[in-house]
């Protein structure tokens, strides 16, 4: 059974190690002086973020993982990571070394493969997402497990939070936030339009009736998320329902969906959720937001097999599912804006 990982803070510090020295001139370097089995030491952290899980998806221990790092950096003259807020991540160099890093862990798949007898490449490894808590729950959840029937061997860990896209990404291969995202590291690509609108419980309509129009919601206790806490600009309230502040908040869509699902007041409420809810909406042409889900891959990821495997499935869910993220756009297309995925 594999050990629970760690949060990325919880990644032990690796013993002291001397910066190795930049080589002006590399032409001395020789290839078989090189270990390429560290490389796969290098891809894991890359991948993870962590030593931790990188130890665990290799089966070894995070000091091994380290020291095969160390030496591989001391045999080319360059650091390849550096440790940031968030976890671990590619220097320039180790991004290019990463790359062709990859090459090699693929003909070594490809390799078992053969000796097998399979005819389709395995897919394996671990593929870490980072999703917000209403979409990551109601549409990657099922969009992974299926990605696991077909292939046993591939590992994935779900991380939920509405939150902002990093722009200095680590301890994931792929995220998915809300809005459009800044200029960053990652690849990114549109995945779909979500809608969200007022809804209330049938016991606070007929306990304080319905809002007539717009500034009637005055009128009534709203339920969105902490202002001061949101992490997320397209959610700003102020956006959507100007001069309008929450008597009920919450950091967590489903805490605001049980409020509203109990009577605390009128919620402000993905369509996806609320629906399946039961929950009533209201003033539907005069309150209809609309926001992106943006797909966001670690670049060093992109090529990977279990990546595109995860991607693939992700695409797939959204497409079949399109009536519940947009009510009454069944037929639609979703529009892609793919950069170099």
């Known amino acids: 059974m594999r050990s629970r990982s760690r949060p990325v803070g919880d990644d032990p510090a690796p013993a002291p190690a001397q910066v190795p020295p930049t080589r002006t001139d590399r032409s001395g370097l020789d290839p078989r002086r090189l270990r390429a089995d560290d490389l796969r030491y290098l891809l894991a952290v890359a991948r993870t973020g962590r030593l931790v899980t990188a130890a665990e998806v290799l089966g070894v221990d995070h000091t091994t993982v380290s020291r095969r790092i160390t030496a591989l950096e001391k045999s080319l003259g360059v650091r390849l990571m550096e440790r940031g807020a968030e976890g671990w991540a590619l220097t320039d160099a180790g991004k290019a070394v990463s790359a062709s890093a990859r090459t090699i862990e693929d003909a070594l798949v490809r390799v078992v493969d053969a000796v097998s007898g399979q005819d389709a490449p395995s897919i394996l490894g671990t593929v870490r997402v980072s999703a917000p808590d209403g ?18 061997r591939l590992h994935v860990e779900l991380i939920t939070a509405t939150r902002q896209l990093n722009l ?65 600009g397209d959610l700003d309230i102020e956006r959507h329902l100007p001069g309008m502040t929450p008597a009920f908040s919450s950091t967590n869509v489903f805490a ?31 309150v209809d937001i609309r926001l992106p889900i943006t797909l966001a891959v670690r670049r060093e990821a992109v090529t990977h097999p279990a990546v595109r495997a995860v991607r693939d499935a992700l695409h797939h869910e959204v497409a079949d599912r399109t009536a519940e993220l947009l009510p009454g756009e069944s037929g639609r297309t979703p529009r892609s804006n793919a950069r170099l995925l």
Not at 135 to 143: D, M, N, S
Not at 260 to 273: D, E, N, S
Not at 276 to 282: I, P, S, T, Y
């Open 135 to 152: 979409f990551g729950t109601v549409f990657a959840t099922p969009a992974l497990a299926r990605v696991r029937r077909r292939h046993p």
């Open 168 to 232: 200095r990404p680590a301890g994931f291969d792929l995220t998915l936030t809300i809005g459009r995202p800044p200029r960053s590291r990652l690849v990114t690509e549109h995945l779909t339009d979500y809608a969200l609108g007022l809804y209330a419980s049938d016991e606070y309509l007929a306990r304080c009736g319905p809002p007539g129009e717009v500034a009637d919601l005055r009128e009534h206790p709203l339920i969105f998320y902490i202002e001061s806490m949101l992490q997320v």
């Open 256 to 286: 605001q969906l049980e409020a509203t699902r109990v009577g605390a007041g009128v919620g402000v409420l993905p369509a996806f959720l609320a629906d399946r809810a039961g929950l009533r909406r209201l003033l539907v042409d005069e």
